[in-house]
């Protein structure tokens, strides 16, 4: 492993955006030694601009009270839109078609309420069978809610037997199959478990070649995958921010409605007062009126502190860019994967269900340990490395381009061979 320490160092001297790192606020132990931080996942670390992003919208709440809504720097009213920007950079969207609002489930709510509309024939959701949680128990719900049978209206896909992951093609012949009776395809843009990237265009295409709907789940992906949604034709998205966007635990997430539907005043849709068309919205009437594009969708007034956190947070990504982040992340996570096949070429102890593939993968890598999984993830812990267990065997590894280094990753490995004992 000493030839992989010093190739670390050196790719983490020609690291152009290594400068980031200092950005952010390193975890530490109690005797001030920092932790290695692989878990941005989970919850991306917090930019040490939080603070003054916050500040400033508590100093005007402090001076200024409710005069705050329209008053400069960044009056309330429109603060939802200083992130506009930088989420269209991310999703590959028109600022209309990308905002800041609710949580991730919310906004998966408020789509299926407009893009998915069953009928007696044509009424199933292609999901995978391994879906996070809560998008399986809001699809569960809105299917309920229309009078249909989860079991019967819900096509759950499964990886192939001896596979941890869903094939590309395997996805596609599901559309094709299920085509004359498919509503909606939901998909993850990464699955939260495998770190699989699913091929968006290709789903989207077979989605609207065989009338159904395409939308995605993008927890895992936004921040972490560069992405082409207007291009790509996508119907809607939702992401939560708190992963690679660090934006803070809970902080709100976002949404994406394609510009086709931008004035669709007669697509059904859960309305609210912060949707309804901003010049005439202070006048109170009856009779919604939807704002142009995916602002439509708004529920209430925006939680000012919570965008300030985000847009903390965003206006380092943009300023990195997607693009390098990607490349770097490919670079690192690659690393990873040399790293752990060195240490375990026989994939004896430790065995990755992440794709090999770099396009078929973010900057996850999903460790299968095959024996007490949970111990070796708690030896880990011990060693003050930060990452995250999943029931019922998988330490869940990511290495973050923004904040995290090549050094990291050697460390990582080297300690998990002395912890593994090979």
Not at 128 to 154: L, M, R
Not at 178 to 185: K, P
Not at 230 to 258: E, R
Not at 328 to 335: A, D, H, P, V, Y
Request: net charge negative.
């Amino acid at each position: 492993m000493e030839e992989m320490y010093a190739k670390a160092l050196s790719y983490d001297k020609a690291d152009t955006l290594s400068n980031y790192r200092k950005l952010f606020h390193i975890p530490c132990t109690a005797e001030g030694e920092e932790h290695i931080y692989l878990c941005g996942n989970s919850l991306g670390l917090q930019p040490r601009s939080v603070r003054d992003y916050i500040e400033q919208e508590l100093e005007k709440w402090q001076t200024q009270a409710v005069e705050g809504h329209f008053t400069e720097p960044n009056p309330w009213l429109y603060y939802h839109k200083l992130l506009k920007p930088a989420l269209a950079h991310l999703t590959g969207a028109g600022e209309h078609e990308v905002t800041a609002m609710n949580n991730l489930t919310t906004n998966l709510h408020l789509m299926m309420v407009s893009f998915y509309q069953p009928t007696q024939v044509r009424f199933k959701i292609l999901m995978e069978a391994s879906a996070f949680p809560s998008d399986q128990y809001a699809v569960e719900s809105q299917v309920k809610y229309h009078g249909f049978d989860p079991a019967e209206a819900i096509i759950a896909l499964k990886p192939a037997a001896g596979e941890e992951t869903i094939s590309p093609k395997a996805v596609l012949e599901a559309i094709e199959q299920h085509g004359s009776t498919l509503a909606l395809v939901l998909l993850p843009g990464i699955q939260y478990y495998t770190g699989q990237w699913f091929d968006l265009p290709a789903i989207t295409k077979a989605a609207h070649a065989v009338g159904a709907k395409a939308g995605y789940d993008l927890a895992h992906a936004i921040g972490n995958m560069p992405m082409q949604l207007h291009n790509w034709d996508v119907d809607f998205a939702v992401w939560c921010s708190y992963k690679y966007l660090n934006a803070g635990p809970g902080n709100t997430g976002g949404a994406f409605v394609h510009d086709r539907y931008a004035q669709d005043v007669d697509l059904p849709r859960f309305a609210g007062w912060w949707g309804h068309d901003e010049g005439v919205r202070f006048k109170m009437e009856k009779g919604f009126k939807p704002m142009y594009g995916v602002d439509g969708w708004q529920l209430s007034n925006v939680n000012i502190l919570s965008l300030a956190a985000q847009r903390a947070s965003l206006d380092i990504i943009a300023e990195a860019g997607i693009t390098q982040l990607r490349e770097k992340s490919i670079r690192l996570t690659g690393f990873l994967e040399t790293c752990i096949r060195q240490i375990d070429p026989e994939q004896t102890y430790i065995r990755i269900i992440t794709p090999e593939q770099p396009a078929q993968r973010g900057c996850q890598l999903s460790l299968f340990v095959q024996e007490k999984g949970r111990a070796v993830y708690e030896r880990l812990s011990a060693n003050n490395i930060i990452t995250d267990w999943r029931e019922p065997n998988v330490i869940r590894v990511a290495p973050t381009p923004l904040y995290n280094t090549f050094e990291e990753v050697y460390r990582l490995t080297d300690i998990l061979q002395t912890i593994l004992a090979i």
